[in-house]
């Protein structure tokens, strides 16, 4: 198995979104915001080659938007998906599979592309499968007030119709193993109904995909939550669960949308889990 870290863009959002009832003189500390209250974030995805399958998880937000869409969220740097596939000798046609933890637009926008002519959407990803659950596809083709405009119809529905769709079973065990793509998936449902949380078994560590569970490693203290998260008072036990496991178990933590640390370990501590070391994908990879 060989891991490939794919940058798939980069964005702002507003700080006080994104940490929620925690007041801006604390997470600024670690997430410096710029005049107009905006943070850096990324849209780190994961490349997963194993055997003949090249898995990628997430895909960031993808280039169909209109430029109005786009402003709203500060886009800045040169990296892109593509980019970042070649530079690890890869095409997208190559990719035999797409995860996607969840379905707001940041993390599966860049599945869906306008055809050649813009009359139309297709697959980015012509020869993937597309993995979602059943819960959570439910959930996004239905959505609730808060969540509607993050759960794009375009992203969403050309999957569906080009006939790449497939749901992940599930179990009802905390730490499900031994998926159809051959690693271990936690269901989260605090940020949104299960989104999923994949752990790699990778050369005797275990590195977990954080998606939106943990978004940066500003955000390791419990009361540390998005304002964008459905549920913040289930998201406290599920964040509480996984970090004293994470810490216990020295694992390190994928960071999809912290643009300025990749992997995190975290550490006991007498005020609980806290941020310990920061690993570059590169060291660990290599």
């Avoid at 797409?98 to 009359?119: A, E, I, M, S, Y």
Wanted: glycine residues 6%; negative net charge; charged residues 20%.
């Amino acid at each position: 198995m060989n891991l490939y870290p794919i940058r798939a863009g980069n964005f702002k959002l507003d700080g006080g979104a994104m940490f929620g009832v925690v007041p801006k003189t604390l997470w600024n500390k670690t997430n410096p915001a710029d005049t107009n209250n905006l943070i850096d974030i990324a849209a780190r995805c994961l490349l997963i080659k194993d055997h003949d399958r090249l898995i990628l998880i997430d895909s960031g937000m993808g280039t169909k938007q209109s430029d109005k869409f786009f402003g709203y969220y500060s886009l800045w740097g040169t990296d892109s998906l593509d980019n970042s596939l070649n530079e690890h000798g890869f095409h997208r046609d190559d990719i035999t599979d797409v995860f996607l933890t969840h379905l707001h637009f940041d993390h599966c926008g860049g599945v869906v592309q306008w055809n050649q002519d813009r009359t139309g959407y297709e697959l980015a990803f012509k020869n993937a499968k597309i993995w979602s659950n059943k819960n959570h596809w439910e959930w996004a083709t239905k959505p609730n007030a808060r969540e509607k405009a993050s759960f794009l119809t375009e992203n969403i529905l050309p999957i569906q119709e080009s006939g790449h769709l497939y749901f992940i079973s599930r179990t009802e065990e905390t730490f499900q193993k031994n998926t159809e793509l051959g690693f271990g998936v936690l269901f989260v449902d605090g940020h949104t109904e299960k989104q999923m949380i994949p752990h790699i078994e990778y050369k005797g560590k275990t590195i977990v995909f954080m998606a939106d569970l943990l978004p940066t490693a500003g955000h390791v203290p419990l009361p540390y939550v998005m304002g964008y998260d459905t549920r913040p008072l289930l998201t406290l036990p599920e964040k509480k669960l996984f970090l004293e496991t994470a810490a216990t178990n020295n694992w390190y933590l994928f960071l999809e949308h912290d643009a300025h640390n990749e992997i995190i370990t975290v550490q006991h501590t007498e005020k609980g889990v806290r941020y310990k070391d920061t690993i570059t994908c590169n060291e660990l990879f290599n």
